[in-house]
């Protein structure tokens, strides 16, 4: 079963009408790949496949998306929005390049703490590691800056 199916199987147990415009940007965010997109970029691509729609009406889909649990927020590059599908019960980090901007995730999660030792139950937690990407660094060594 792909991602995109388990999906649709997910919102149906949940009783969710999916609107056309809500199909809409999960397509486009499953057609990412793990890869975080801005309410910007989502509304490009969202309008490409089904135009017509304005900005604002694709904010509020995001929002009522992010609501439903069925897509993630994740803050990068200081404290810009992006917005990903949520996985049920696992999750992944990110990676984020100075250089070009690009972002990749990996499944790798540092968190290792006794939270029962602190009497403390965590329900989020954050991890994203700044630096360079393979282009960004061949592309140093190639004029000779690495
Ligand atoms: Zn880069
Ligand atoms: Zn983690």
């Known amino acids: 079963m792909d991602k995109r199916q388990g999906l649709k199987q997910e919102l149906r147990k949940r009783g969710y009408k999916l609107t056309r ?17 801005t309410a910007r970029d989502i509304f490009e691509r969202v309008t490409r496949l089904s135009p017509g729609m304005n900005f604002s009406t694709v904010y509020r889909n995001i929002e009522i998306l992010l609501q439903e649990n069925i897509i993630t927020r994740v803050e990068l590059h200081g404290d810009a ?50 630096g360079y990407c393979r282009n960004c660094v061949d592309e140093n060594k190639q004029i000779g800056l690495g």
């Open 81 to 130: 929005a992006y917005y990903e599908l949520s996985e049920d019960g696992k999750h992944h980090h990110h990676l984020v390049c100075k250089g070009c901007g690009n972002i990749q995730a990996i499944e790798y999660c540092p968190l290792n703490i006794p939270f029962e030792k602190e009497g403390f139950i965590p329900v989020d937690h954050r991890f994203e590691v700044y």
């Open 21 to 37: 415009q809500r199909k809409t940007i999960l397509e486009v965010l499953s057609s990412s790949g793990n890869i975080p997109m």
